[in-house]
């Protein structure tokens, strides 16, 4: 069935009295639906507490302080550096004369695409987290921008600076909503307002919000014969609204969210329309991850949440399969999705290229927002395992260690004379950098997640959580390590007073040797992949022991993707690596690298290089082929081959210096064992 | 200039009355333009005898007998097996039917797309030059195909199954161009038209293909406002037409032709459509060989052709710029062009995948041909290298050594549990079978062609010609040799009588080491990838004697081919070899095999094996890595490597036995020099 009817949509089980029911009785650890005034503080990223069919529920950004080590100096710059260039950037590219202009505060044309808008908002929404762990950030940035928003919005709610005006016969026509995203942009305002709400318990943002959906939204557009009918066009509003929802317990926003999420067949697509845009047909009759990556992504997130509201088990199983195709065949060992350039989008299965990997900063970062949901509606780690190593790899990879200049696309492998530079402080359409800089502002509310039993660890760093139990006993839980750089990690668990509860530990994937320990006593049960459930008295001053092993890992890939076969890639811990011919002897490309399959590499930590970095290094080949020049195909007149020590660094750091080669997956030449 | 205006295409150099004038002093043997009934005989696969800007004109198919070999074998199984068996399955889905459905004399409903018609005449025109090595073939099934296009063929000349009876008022539309290949069926029915009388000097298909353009198509279509526009849609009218006017000396079919080249922008199409059509917008504005393969090489034959009648220097700067990114970045190492499934398509500069190569047979076949043409122009060797890379290779792997089953792809990789078939016997667009069967039937025509200043011979093979050179002299070649299996290639040549004129001898662009003698005597200036010019006086029985060299080579692409990074592809002669799991210990997979790059294969023959095949076999490595099943990367738990005798085969004998893992491009393991 690839169209539910509106009737039969609007008789579906999201909005019996029996599910809104269950809705208002799950736990609720403050608040009450409709009661959206006072709990602002306890906000996580995504607001799971009061949703049915949450397994796990997040905590909130300020929870948990980040100390020094890996993220921290990677969060610093985003916030001393990142976030002030970008502002300063989107004012010279005139962003934010785009909404001067309507207010009469600026004679400047419209610039910029019909989505410019939204990265206004989505520098807002980073600035806004980024306030959970500083409130004296942005504060006057984020008023002015208050400020324009008010002067902007119309009487009858709606706001969006490239359809207002003289463009305003175009506002929300077919055609514009396909292709102009307005949706898009009023779902990027309705996370920097949910954002500012959680930060700083402001409500201004929100209201604009409400005026635009209750206000022009709902009262145009819907399945009823009296509206006309809306179409995603670029998936964003469907998490969007399920976060209002969530906020102001109102089920008129996830009912629209529902809508939108099965499509309405009032509005024509063709089935090209239909791959592309992700959305315009009913999700749940969606059998592959295809079409725009970052839509395909952010669809899902939207599906997901909206499973979390109303336990649809159609939903559950679509996103089952899209997920078993995600890691089955679609996503690069870097976490990265999408591999095709044209049209953004997906491939076939296995069909992962590296050279030409599209893989956009923001799809990688849709991977991980989407998994966060999956994690919290199932408490499967291997949700956790995606949203690690798209984390500390395809998604870190996208912004430069300077943190002024990011990367659109992230390939598996360059060449700087077939390609132009692949970190640019601006893009015209720039999406990836605000995105980016709201990962990092976010990044300490996803650490951690309560449960009913317990508390779940997701991620590792030296950190301190402060927050409490669902039975609300306080708790804290500090972190000590190295990570990612050394695998072990001590936590010191203080529940305000003796307590029994489970404190689910994740064990990564990768972590094949992992050994655990509590109090100084090794646990058994220790299964990569899985939560270490550790269930028992904790009294304050617990201590649990980690050892995950970090011995560097030699990964091969599905013999269906083309270009990994002969390949190896090599991870230690949750960091890919890659070469670039800049730390090879005489530059070697990487192309002309073998490493040896059964050699152990030597592990060194250089706090100097690239912000201070583990490399890796080995005995292995460099094979050079004499051949014709300027063939495409071309006998090998003679071939040597040499030892060659081989150097790797972390994918992430990559094109920090000079434009090199780089290649993530290497030809090996395996040694006898 | 995207669009010539019509005024300014009807002004230009190709009608002015200096072009036709040119045309009418060019070299004519035999016959004037409109002299068009006595000499059939004479013309060559295309006759180029008065094209004024030809180099080199070819000769009959009839003046070349292949004798034992290679090529021999494969010409037997086609007029034993593969016609009459193709000849049954056309019967048999109703490919006749739908003419006799016309007639009255079937009951049968239409059956099959609308370019079905098209396959029958592409069988007709196989059979037809058959008929040139055998006038005994085929006999009554052309007669009985001349009967039905008599009894098709409507009052005005349209002949067109598909389109008549209760498809009519579709006829011709702007829709039906685009996709319904009317003027592609009408190509191929003058093909065959045209091949029918150069073998028998039978003009009855030739006239229902002149009642056709004369009576409907010029009359009613052109750029002229008053008759309606058309655009080719699949191009292979074009070069169809320009052979019509070569036969009759009617400049209006060339004209015709040279308005289809140019697009007509009555017919609005999108820039999509012009990449995937490749026509309907001038071919003068191409840049690059780009969307679907087989229309975009037919275009280029039909461009070629048109060059070689006008000698617009427009056409020939295009033609070179797209046969140069044809060799630089988009040609297989077989000759197959055409990277991607989705449209059938060519893809961007070095994308080559080998597994999931389209490959397609007739876009191999569309390489041949217009090389052939460009050969005719040029008179470089390096258009004839291209012909016998895809003839040996990626054309000749797409019928089986059976004769009766064909690939409709010819992908460089294949796996048999990740994919259906390669060879099946039919296919519901069976447009490959009858191509490979008029390629194999006319092959004789392609081993040499005439300059005014002697003769030039372009492939090699035990054979007999019999003709004369443009000076008039009667000549004899027999070429004695057991090419492509080895190296020496003895040249017998015998003048009628003594005679001054050159003999150009390919010497392939592989022989490095090639060296000739004449009567004994070494010659200098042996240039691989040239024509050696051997001008002398010729006395009957001179003999020239090659030794090509026949090493095998290990052919490395360029790095930016990135499927093909760290591999190797082996090339003995012309003959490019794969890898097959059957012929490997223990069945491995060729990914699990590495080829030693500087050592030398054993060269067998085996003449019971495949058909009679030379096998290379090496010592090489068989490595073998134990991971985690069905992951889509995997950490190797354990990697084995020891020795191993790795054995190829052919390319185009490969997936005729059971079903078999294949790979052109192996991993390497290089052994220190």
Redesign the interface.
Known sequence: MKQLSRRGFMQSAAFTAAALAARRSGAAPSGQPGDWSSDWAAQAVIDTRRSPFAKLHGVPVRAVTIHDGFWKSRREVNVETSLPTMHALLEEHGRMDNFRRLMGTSSAKQIGPYYSDSDVYKWAEAASWAQQSNPELFRANIDAIIHLLQGVQESDGYLNTYFQDDRKPQRMTDHAQIVGHELYNLGHLLQAAVAQYRATGDKRMLDCCIEFVDGFLIPGFGPEASKRPIVSGHPEIEMSLIELYRITGEPRYLKLAGYILEGDSRIPLTSDDIVYLYSGAPFTGRKRLEGHAVRAMYACCGATDYYLETGDAKYLATLTTLWDDL???Q?Y?TGGVGARRKHEAFG?DY?L????AYGESCAAIGNMMWNWRMLHATADARHADVIERALYNGINSGMSLSGTTYCYRNPL?Y?PT?SGPIRNPWYDTTCCPPNLERTLASLPGYFYSTGPDGLYVHLFHNSTLVWKLESGVPIKVEQATDYPWEGRVRMLVTPKEAAQFALHVRVPG?A?SARVTVNGTEVSGVNPGKYLELSRLWKPGDAVEMDLGMQP???????????D?????V?RGPIVYCAESIDQAGKS?P?EL?VS??TNFSVQHDKDLLGGITVLEQAGQH?S?Q?AP???????N????GAANVRLIPYYAWANREPAEMAVWL???????
Chains 1, 2 share one sequence.
């Open positions: 890691v089955r065949a996503m060992v076939d069909e290229p590296n050279l030409t492998a060449d077939a990768w094949k890992q030699m990964l091969v890939a599905d013999r269906r993707v083309a270009e076969q002969g390949k190896v890639a991870q490309a192309r073998r399959a059964d094979i082929e051949t300027d063939a495409l195909y071309a006998a090998i003679s071939s040597s081959i030809d090996t030449a395996p040694t006898k064992s």
